[in-house]
């Protein structure tokens, strides 16, 4: 039986190439994010994708995700919570709005995209909060990302919270703090940045987390970084 993925922010970066990696390990996969074009793209790489184009802050985001798998008559295996957002600014510059919308897509849309699909896992299923380094106690801080790294910690704590509720159910969760990869998102954090790590080589370590990571894991925050940023 193929294990059935939902990947969020699946239109280009780490989502993107996760996608397409778990259709080569024989999954199929619900990929979401904004961009149609980009999904119409992903969805030609394989015939297991299915794409929904939707803002995972839009109030109706939660039900068309929903109706989309029930349409389709999916159950799920695994979400990966991947989507996310990066505003670099100095505290001092960071407004209110910035620190909503950061907060927005990075914790309340997978709070509430998890809270809807909680009927639709199967028992056995891996939950996977894509975190941040900078979101890891501890970790080296840098400047232009406190309202990022603050999302990514509550993230990353939401993570042990969940696992500790969802353990008598049968559904692992589990957060894996990136170090930097080489993607659209760390350009605009640290310009000129070379990463150690390429998009596809980290998709390939979630791909296969996702899959099997809940066999060795649960309500674990993991750093997955040589050094930090990189
Ligand atoms: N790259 C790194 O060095 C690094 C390091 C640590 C953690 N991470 C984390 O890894 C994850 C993937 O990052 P990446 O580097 O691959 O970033 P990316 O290339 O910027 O991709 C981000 C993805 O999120 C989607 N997204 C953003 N806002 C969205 C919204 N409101 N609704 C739906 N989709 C949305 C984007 O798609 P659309 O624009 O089409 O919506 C895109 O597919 C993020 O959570 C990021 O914080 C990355």
């Known amino acids: 039986m193929k294990k059935h993925i939902l990947i969020t922010g699946a239109s280009k970066g780490i989502g993107f190439e996760t996608a397409k990696i778990l259709c080569e390990k024989n999954c199929t996969v619900t990929a979401v994010s ?5 999904l119409e793209e992903l969805a030609k790489s394989s ?4 794409t929904l184009a939707v803002d995972i802050t839009d109030p109706d985001a939660v039900s068309l995700i929903k109706k989309h798998l029930s349409e389709n008559k999916l ?12 505003i ?12 909503k919308l950061q907060f927005e897509v990075n914790l309340l849309a997978p709070v509430r995209i998890t809270r809807a699909l909680i009927s639709l896992l199967n028992k056995g299923s891996h939950i996977v909060n894509i975190s941040s380094m900078g979101g890891f106690q501890g970790s080296d801080k840098f400047p232009g990302l406190s309202a990022y790294s603050a999302t990514k910690g509550a993230l990353s ?4 919270c969940l696992a500790t509720e969802f353990s008598s159910v049968g559904i692992s969760v589990n957060c894996l703090c990136l170090g930097a990869v080489q ?10 940045f070379k990463a150690p790590v390429t998009s596809k080589e980290m998709s390939s370590y979630i791909a296969d987390f996702v ?20």
């Open 34 to 38: 904004r961009s149609k074009d980009r």
């Open 47 to 50: 015939d297991h994708i299915s």
């Open 211 to 230: 899959l099997n990571g809940h066999k060795f894991y649960n309500g674990k925050i993991l750093p997955v970084a040589m050094n930090n940023p990189g």
């Open 75 to 86: 159950l799920l295996d695994g979400i990966i919570h991947n989507a996310g957002l990066l």
């Open 88 to 99: 670099n600014k100095p505290f001092i510059e960071l407004t209110d709005n910035d620190w």
């Open 183 to 192: 993607t659209e998102m760390l350009n605009q954090a640290f310009p000129g």
């Open 157 to 160: 704590i939401f993570t042990e």
